[in-house]
């Protein structure tokens, strides 16, 4: 086995190095480090870019800086555990990670998931999928310089907050599902606050459009810009809403249903121009999409249980222990050992707010999953900044790295 | 006595008590509590509730601490906001060490403070062992105003009225001499 | 005849076995023939990669044969059909590299690279992408140690979460002297199922 030789550009702390001679022009071709301390690379996004002049001619994203370990930590963890973990990878769509989990669990364990449950969940990805809109557009409109957007789109995520504070009682890091269904219902005044939320929320979407969207500046900074063609996306492997700019109408929500999507009406906002400014308007679009989803799931929502009454799966309910001996044992198997999946290798994809998330889950027959290996949209939609940038300006290139929308939690793991 | 035996007198005691310098010494710590920049080091969850804690609702302006600078010569306290990887260790010190003295730095979150539940290979364990960390601010995340609540301690301790556990008066940061 | 069905006869011809379970349809092929089982089932319509991942059968009850496993998983957008192409490698073996067929695999391999140590031969850029530099072993392998530090008391005692997490799980009497009764998986009311069997 041969194990290749580190190139110098993994090299931490290199910043302007080989300052080669391209021949035609005698210019000269000057290597930036961009990052990971930077205030527009969302985090801690290093790029190495070798420019000529002001244009990008190679662009290499160097990650990692935020490795967590994810994946090794889970295999200790039994599979209740994981909930936890998953939401942490990607902190701004969080109840998309959790779903993503929950629903390959339940895949190996042909578990029952109520329908209230179902709603639910429905209900709380797509409020997180808005929440996590806004943090995209008011970071990514502070990349390029307006500082105004950030506050009114930080207004209204706060308002979401409030809602899942309402749920689980934290703002972020949710670990409210549980596998089979939900940790405990929804208290009672939500549907009214969440009713509030969407017959507000319109209004607020008319105004960033005036304040972004149909703003001469924005739109001239953006309109073909780091162009992505259906193929050239296809080839890089991204997925989620970027796809969804360059005219390939790829939505696992209506491609693969789970947990219901099957039964609202709602429509897949796509755009054939490929560049930053579709990428943001379709999010945009589909912020308008995931209120009506919201909608309807409020609409159909019914009283009922929220936990597959599989005593092997979920807990017993509190007021059972007080009485039932057998709750008490199955209670105590629960929260010591945990569950045991039959063995196999499961994967159900799901539409993040980024792209195509899903979890490989590989059990042994174990309490603790053998391997989760999860199919993260950031790394792989990061690929796609190399084809974008190439060939534009160097100012396109936190443009483009803001309209990819990375959260680097979700590409180090 | 003459007037300046009396006059030398008076500089003796003024030198001696340091009245004069100790009360600018003050003076200048409460300029400098009342505008501590932070500068943007934003790694993981955390670094969103830190941009929630500068918003309209939570409004951390109120305390002087509103303007995140870019670059760390600007700024005068390091907020680690998020789990600290071993590959960023290096990166994070040679940022504190840009920064110019006196500076600070805010431990926000339980992963920053303690590994929190990441107890494994890639994550350090505590941010103290990399940087001196002056404020711990626990939570996962800590809500905005629990970051405002550890500026106004971080506020405490460079005005000089913070104490240690055992009730002894922490020392004020040198005025002027480093 | 679907696509999956269709391009599963078409990699039998090539020494695959397919298996199933629940659903999901996965062929196993010689590392030898991955890229062009990767390029067969592109040009017949698979026309996205999904992911590249790589398993570690070390510890695996009763697994026999190989002891890595790269994954692929491909997706099929007009027919929306999604299938696993699999390869065993034992410790030390390369793997050709499917960059030539999708690009996105760069990252993907990159990651099976730093993760478990397989090379791919003839990658444009392997190199480790998310562990440091410094970092000797790969960590998903089973052999890793995952690395934690003994949560201290201020008293000086102190858990060991390795032992801890046994005890609580039954694999080991450890600190809480809990001996867990559904060892392994196995129990009599709950009657497993066979791992995926060929078809």
Redesign the interface.
Known sequence: ????K??PL????VTVSDIETASEFETKLMRLNVG????STH??LRVVVDLDGETVKRL?PQ???????F???M??R?YQQCV??SN?MD??HGFGHDLAYVLSAE?LLDAQVPVRAQQVRVILTELNRIASHL?FFG?GILDMGALTL??YT??E??QILDLFEMVCGV???YGYFRVGGLSKDIPEGFVEAARKFISGFPKMIDQYATMFAKNDIFVGRTTGVGVLTGEQA??????GPSLRASD?S?DFRK??PYSGYENYDFDVPTSDKGDVNARFMVRMEEMAESLKIVEQALDALEPGPVKDPDR?ISLPPRQELETSMEAVIFHF?LA???F?P??????V?TESARG?L?Y?L?S?????P??V?A?VPS??N??SLEPACIDGVFADMVANIASLDPV??DV?? | MSLIDLFEKDVQELENEGILFSSLEKLVAWGRSNSLWPATFGLACCAIEMMQSTNSRNDLARFGSEVFRASPRQSDVMIVAGRLSKKMAPIMRRVYDQMPDPKWVISMGACASSGGMFNNYAIVQNVDSVVPVDVFVPGCPPRPEALVYGVMQLQKKVRGQAFDQKGIELPMVEGWKS | MSLTESVVTELKALGGKPAEFKQMVSVTVDVSDIVNAVQTAKSAGFNMISDVMGVDYLNYPQHQGKRFSVIYNLYSITENERMFIRINVNDGDSVPTITGVWHGANFMEREVYDMYGITFENHPDLRKIITPEDLDGYPLRKDFPIGETPTVFNDGRFIDPAAFRAGLTGQDSGLSGHQGGMRKGYSADAPMPDAPKEA
């Open positions: 086995m041969t194990i290749p580190p190139s993994t090299q931490p702390g990971p301390q930077h205030p985090g801690v290499v990650i990692g800086y935020l490795h967590t370990g994946e090794k930590t295999e200790h039994t936890t973990y942490r902190y701004l895949k943090v970071t950030f506050f930080m207004r995520r706060e703002r972020m890091n296809l080839d890089y492997g991204l997925t390939v790829l491609a693969q092997r198997k010591t050992e945990g045991h039959p063995r196999g290798e499961v994967y994809p195509e899903g490989y590989v042994d027959g174990g309490s603790m053998y391997r290996k199919r790394l792989i990061l690929q680097m939690g180090d793991k």
